[in-house]
């Protein structure tokens, strides 16, 4: 991050980062923003199919992803992962072990990726010195929790295809944040991996992305999909 005034650059590096409201937080004199350049400034990059962190690890950083995507999944007794969650470019990994001190999940690179790593204990010392940053961390923490309570939601009350199109509405929403297409863009994770996440067997996933395709909401070219009707693929959950 830049250590000068010029904001178009530090937009162009950060307009993204869900760890811009840290970065970024109004109101920060020179002093501040330059003791938040030097928390964020260790980058990591973890090669696709590499681990960020395991499950019983101890914590002690979070991850900024600063390009890239990771699932995170727990395994199950008969050795099957159990998809919990999927991250892109801006958003962090790492808040399900604040509370308990040890990494709950594995999280894995789906793609080659790089990651700005922040040492929490810093973060915690640091927020002591600047309130806003911490103000900024809580809103972080709070849309974790909303999109947690979405999930939930999700599994418990839809059916398959309505799951489906609720995925896909919220990557569509995702990626738009991000500057890229809300309509076109290819599913980094596989159909079972889906699956895993929305609580479907692979043949249901399948299934509902053929019909989805059949009734021309969408296209499925592998993992390429493009939506070509937004309102009806809401419809399918109940949005106008």
Request: hydrophobic share 40%; charged share 30%; glycine share 6%.
């Amino acid at each position: 991050m830049p250590k000068n005034n010029d904001m178009s650059s530090v937009n162009t590096n950060c307009a993204s980062c869900s760890f811009r409201e840290l970065c970024l937080p109004l109101g920060l004199n020179e002093r501040e923003v330059e003791m938040l350049d030097d928390l964020v400034s260790h980058k990591c990059k973890i090669q696709r199919g590499e681990f960020l962190h395991r499950a019983g690890l101890n914590f002690q950083s979070l991850y900024a992803v600063r390009r890239g995507f990771f699932k995170t999944y727990i395994l199950e007794k008969d050795g099957r992962q159990q998809v919990t969650g999927f991250f892109m470019t801006g958003e962090l990994l790492g808040l399900d072990a604040i509370s308990t001190e040890i990494h709950t999940c594995d999280a894995v690179a789906l793609e080659d990726s790089e990651v700005c790593e922040v040492p929490f204990a810093r973060l915690e010392e640091m927020s002591r010195n600047i309130p806003t940053l911490m103000h900024h961390f809580h809103k972080i923490m709070s849309r974790e929790i909303v999109k947690d309570h979405g999930v939930m939601m999700l599994l418990g009350s839809m059916k398959a295809e309505e799951r489906l199109a609720t995925f896909l509405i919220n990557l569509s929403r995702r990626f738009f944040k991000r500057g890229y297409s809300s309509s076109d863009f290819v599913l980094r994770m596989t159909r079972e991996e889906i699956g895993s996440y929305l609580g479907l067997k692979l043949e249901t996933v399948s299934r509902a992305f053929s019909r989805l395709q059949d009734e021309d909401i969408i296209s499925v070219d592998n993992k390429h999909i493009n939506i070509h009707d937004m309102d009806r693929l809401r419809n399918k959950v109940g949005n106008s």
